[in-house]
């Protein structure tokens, strides 16, 4: 059983910068793709974007590219979602996941993936 915990959201200014961490225990955590999706009030959850266990290739959604960073560090089982430039339309409830996942396709589909955090609160005021 793999147990995710996320942590670092809080209530920023648009423009700001903020990184999450979703820190994993139980499970290989290298193995894994992880994932980062969000949820705003009304709205489905939403894929945001991936990082893959080798390489560490990464994957956005198009409303974040070039303001959203991946990262994962492996000996600590920890993946960082850097989030800059934040728009108030970034604001949501911010999960992490994590999944064996082989194929590309699945990469945004949110019920592919295994395991889940309980989020972190990004709200940011314009």
């Known amino acids: 059983q793999v147990q995710l915990v996320e942590s670092g959201g809080g209530l920023v200014q648009a423009g700001d910068s903020l990184r999450l961490s979703c820190t994993a225990s139980g499970g290989t955590f290298s193995t894994y793709v992880m994932g980062w999706f969000r949820q705003a009030p009304g709205k489905e959850r939403e894929f945001v974007g991936v990082?893959?266990?080798?390489?560490?290739?990464?994957y956005y959604t198009d409303s974040v590219k070039g303001r959203f960073i991946i990262s994962r560090d492996n000996a600590k089982k920890i993946v960082y979602l850097l989030m800059s430039s934040l728009k108030p339309e970034d604001t949501a409830v911010y999960y992490c996941a994590a999944g064996q996942l082989n194929y590309y396709r699945d990469y945004i589909n949110r019920y592919k993936y295994d395991w889940w955090g309980q989020g972190t609160q990004v709200t940011v005021s314009s």
């Open positions: 990082i893959e266990r080798g390489p560490g290739f990464t």
